[in-house]
């Protein structure tokens, strides 16, 4: 799933050919979701976190705000998603 959906060539990528999002929700990844009731809101989430106000953001992680942990971009020739 993971694949199609990072695909580089735009032709042959999942939510971007003829049938635009019915190539994603068909996908067998999906096989158990019931995407009326999904859409209807009639699923339970697996987990809902509990939220104090509209500014409550103790459900995330604390991170520093330095350039430090950044992680290095990849050069194009060492991108393991492009084809050549």
Same mark, same amino acid.
């Given at each position: 799933?993971? +694949?199609? %959906? /990072? ?6 990528? @999942? ?7 019915? *190539?994603?929700? =068909? ?8 995407? +009326?009731? %999904? /859409? ?6 697996? @987990? ?7 500014? *409550?953001?103790? =459900? ?25």
């Amino acid at each position: 799933m993971v +694949k199609h %959906l /990072l695909q580089a060539d735009l032709s042959k990528r @999942y939510g971007n050919l003829k049938n635009a999002s019915q *190539d994603v929700k =068909n996908h067998r990844f999906f096989d158990i979701i019931n995407w +009326k009731n %999904l /859409l209807s809101k009639k699923i339970d989430p697996p @987990y809902k976190p509990v939220v104090k106000s509209e500014n *409550d953001t103790s =459900n995330f992680g604390h991170y520093s705000s330095s350039d430090e942990y950044l992680v290095p971009s990849v050069k194009q020739k060492d991108d393991p998603f492009l084809e050549w």
